[in-house]
C-alpha cells in the first residue's frame, strides 16, 4: 500500500511565523503536490514538484514556497503565516508521466491566530 | 478553461435507497477521471479511475460510470459507513500529471 505522511495532524501559529509542513511517501514515486482544501472551494494546487529540486506553480502559490531535496520528501513553507492561510493542507504523490491516481496524506489543518 | 461541476453539493439517503451522484466536466482533451472518498478530517481515499467514454468500473456498493460529458457514481444499497464527502477529479490533456477537482458531494446515509 502506497503511504503518505504529513508531519503534523493539528498545528497553531502566529501571523508573521515561518512554518513548515513535512510530506514523505515510500513509494518511490517521482511526483508530488501541496494543496488546500477549504469549505466551497474544494482542493486547490499550490505547487508540485515531478522530479528532486524541481518544482512547478499550481493555482495558488503565492505566500508559499516549497522544497523537494530528496525524492521522498516534499515540504511546504509559509514564508509569513497569515490568518488567510489557515486551512486543511494536503499532500499527495503519484508514479511517473501519464494517467495516475493521486495517493493523499491525512492532512494537517493549520490554524494562524 | 477546465472545469468539474459535481452534484448535488449534499444528498440525504436512507439506508437501502440507491441513488446517483453527478460528475460533469469540461476539459480540453480527457485523459483520466478519479473519484475519492473523503471521511471528515482527513485525506481523500482513492475509489476509480476512468480513462475512456463508456468505461464502468465496480467496488462493493459503488459502480462509477463515464459518458463523454460526464460521470455517475452509484450507489446501490447504501449503508450509514458510505457516509462521507466524494469527490470528483480530472486530468486534462497535455504533459502535466496535475488534476482538477470538484468541489465534492457530501453524502449522509441514515440508518
Known amino acids: 500500500d502506497v503511504k503518505v505522511t504529513q508531519s503534523s495532524r493539528y498545528l497553531v501559529k502566529r501571523t508573521g511565523e515561518k512554518v513548515f509542513l513535512e510530506c514523505v511517501q515510500d513509494?518511490?514515486?517521482?511526483?508530488m503536490f501541496w494543496y488546500r482544501q477549504d469549505p466551497g472551494l474544494g482542493l486547490r494546487l499550490i505547487y508540485f514538484?515531478?522530479?528532486?529540486?524541481?518544482?512547478e506553480k499550481g493555482d495558488i502559490p503565492e505566500g508559499y514556497s516549497v522544497s523537494r531535496e530528496k525524492k521522498e520528501r516534499f515540504s511546504l513553507i509559509l514564508e509569513s503565516a497569515s490568518t488567510n492561510q489557515t486551512s486543511m493542507y494536503l499532500c499527495?504523490?503519484?508514479?511517473?508521466?501519464?494517467?495516475?491516481?493521486?495517493?493523499f496524506g491525512p492532512g494537517t489543518r493549520l490554524t494562524v491566530t | 478553461e477546465d472545469q468539474v461541476t459535481q452534484s448535488p453539493e449534499a444528498l440525504r439517503l436512507q439506508e437501502g435507497e440507491s441513488s446517483s451522484l453527478n460528475c460533469s466536466y469540461t476539459?480540453?482533451?480527457?485523459?483520466?477521471l478519479f473519484w475519492y472518498r473523503q471521511d471528515p478530517g482527513k485525506g481523500p481515499e482513492f475509489l476509480f479511475t476512468?480513462?475512456?467514454a463508456g468505461e464502468e468500473k465496480e467496488k462493493e456498493r459503488l459502480k462509477a460510470t463515464l459518458t463523454k460529458k460526464e460521470s455517475f457514481l452509484h450507489i446501490t444499497a447504501p449503508k450509514p459507513e458510505d457516509s462521507a464527502t466524494y469527490l470528483c477529479?480530472?486530468?486534462?490533456?497535455?504533459?502535466?500529471?496535475?488534476?482538477?477537482f470538484g468541489t465534492g458531494t457530501l453524502l449522509a446515509v441514515q440508518p
Open positions: 513509494m518511490d514515486h517521482e511526483n
Open positions: 514538484s515531478y522530479d528532486v529540486k524541481m518544482k
Open positions: 476539459v480540453s482533451g480527457l485523459r483520466g
Open positions: 477529479a480530472v486530468q486534462a490533456g497535455g504533459a502535466t500529471n496535475k488534476l482538477i
Open positions: 499527495a504523490s503519484s508514479p511517473g508521466t501519464g494517467v495516475f491516481e493521486q495517493y
Open positions: 476512468l480513462y475512456s
